[in-house]
Every structure is written in C-alpha cells, then in structure tokens.
C-alpha cells in the first residue's frame, strides 16, 4: 500500500511549508489536518475500504501535523521570511528519500530510513491504515512526539543556541529507538485464487 507514503509526504509538505510561510505553528497544524481528511476523503471515494483503526488514524495523523508544522515554526523564527525556502528544501529531500525506499524496497539502508521524521510519518499512519494499529508502530508516533517537543523548545527559545543540542540529541536518540524498535511489516494482501482455466 502507498497510502501511508502519500499521506505522510502530504501532510509534512503542507505542514511544514504553511507553519514556516505564515510563521505561525497553528496554520501549519490546521493546513495540514484539512489536507489529511481531504485525501483520506479521495481514497474513499476511490474505493479504499473504510479505516479499520480510525482512533489510531487520527492519532497518528495529528501526531505528524503537529510535528512537521514545529519545525516549519522554527524555519520561521530561524530565517524569517526565508524560513519557506528551507521547508521547501527538506521536504523534497526526506520525500524523494521516502519515495526511493517505496519504489525500491531495499535499496536504503534501515539506519538512513530511522533518520527521517518523513519515514517515522509514513510508518505511523500505514500501520493504522493496514489494520494493524498505531501502537504496532509506537516508536515511530513516539519519536515524532518528541522531535515536536523538542523542536517547539528551541523555537520558543531562540535565539538561544543550546537548545539546539536538545533537540538533536533528542533526534538521535528517538532515531535509534525507531531503528532497534521496527514497527512490523504491513500484511500481505494475498490476490485471487487461480480459477481451472488458469491453470490449464
């Protein structure tokens, strides 16, 4: 499934570039939970199959918005009017990383992919929509809640410069966790029974 990816990719691009652009975390959230119930509404209307955990769905869906809309504030504070500029920049870089892993599983390495807060997204919100849960994927909903935390800490105290060590600590630390405490790989799908002619 590719819905994960997409909404992940979706939410930290509107997120993170409307929190930075406007300057206010609360635009970056709202943006991006309007963006979300948008394309879940789409992929129903195109014949995905209801939520099987819409708790869990929302749950990781407000998780991300918040997270990624974060560090679109501290692009803000950081870089005034150019703080969009570097948005724009990290989400083409952690989606095209995102797309690569989805198009060629593999190809990456696991330590890269426990890196990105883009990856973490995308974990959280497949795990809820294959019928597995949020709390499948703990580490990843956890690691986002605390790279929030931790980003909104150096934005409210910039321009100090520690808080800085914070967070990218906290980065590397909630990164491993999601890299020893993989979420489980999503169910397979298993496709139609071959009919007799098929086999013939």
Same mark, same amino acid.
């Given at each position: 499934?590719?819905? $994960?990816?997409?909404?992940?990719?979706?939410?930290?691009? /509107?997120?993170?570039?409307?929190?930075?652009?406007?300057?206010?975390?609360?635009?970056?959230? @709202?943006?991006?939970?309007? #963006?979300?119930?948008?394309? /879940?509404?789409?992929?129903? @209307?195109?014949?995905?199959?209801?939520?099987?955990?819409? &708790?869990?769905?929302?749950?990781? @869906?407000?998780?991300?918005?918040?997270?990624? #809309?974060?560090?679109?504030?501290?692009? #803000?504070?950081?870089?005034?009017?150019? $703080?969009?500029?570097?948005?724009? $920049? !990290?989400?083409? $870089?952690?989606?095209? /990383? !995102?797309?690569?892993?989805?198009?060629?599983?593999?190809?990456?390495?696991?330590? =890269?992919?426990?890196?990105?807060? &883009?990856?973490?997204?995308?974990?959280?919100?497949?795990?809820?929509?294959?019928?597995?849960?949020?709390?499948?994927?703990?580490?990843?909903?956890?690691?986002?809640?605390?790279?929030? #935390?931790?980003?909104?800490?150096?934005?409210?105290?910039?321009?100090?410069?520690?808080?800085?060590?914070?967070?990218?600590?906290?980065? /590397?630390?909630?990164?491993?966790?999601?890299?020893?405490?993989?979420?489980?790989?999503?169910?397979?799908?298993?496709?139609?029974?071959?009919? =007799?002619?098929?086999?013939?």
């Amino acid at each position: 499934m590719v819905g $994960g990816p997409i909404l992940a990719v979706g939410l930290m691009g /509107i997120g993170m570039i409307a929190a930075a652009a406007a300057g206010r975390l609360l635009a970056g959230i @709202v943006l991006a939970l309007l #963006a979300a119930c948008c394309l /879940i509404a789409l992929a129903l @209307v195109l014949g995905l199959p209801s939520l099987p955990h819409p &708790a869990s769905s929302a749950l990781a @869906v407000i998780v991300a918005s918040i997270s990624f #809309a974060a560090r679109g504030a501290l692009f #803000a504070r950081s870089a005034a009017d150019k $703080g969009w500029l570097i948005a724009v $920049g !990290v989400v083409a $870089g952690e989606a095209a /990383i !995102v797309a690569t892993a989805l198009a060629k599983p593999g190809s990456l390495p696991d330590w =890269l992919l426990a890196l990105l807060p &883009a990856q973490w997204a995308s974990t959280a919100i497949q795990t809820s929509l294959t019928g597995t849960g949020t709390l499948a994927a703990s580490s990843a909903l956890l690691a986002l809640a605390g790279t929030a #935390a931790a980003t909104l800490m150096v934005e409210r105290l910039w321009p100090r410069r520690w808080p800085y060590l914070v967070m990218f600590t906290a980065w /590397i630390a909630l990164s491993a966790l999601v890299w020893t405490r993989p979420a489980p790989p999503a169910p397979h799908i298993a496709g139609p029974a071959p009919t =007799l002619s098929e086999d013939r």
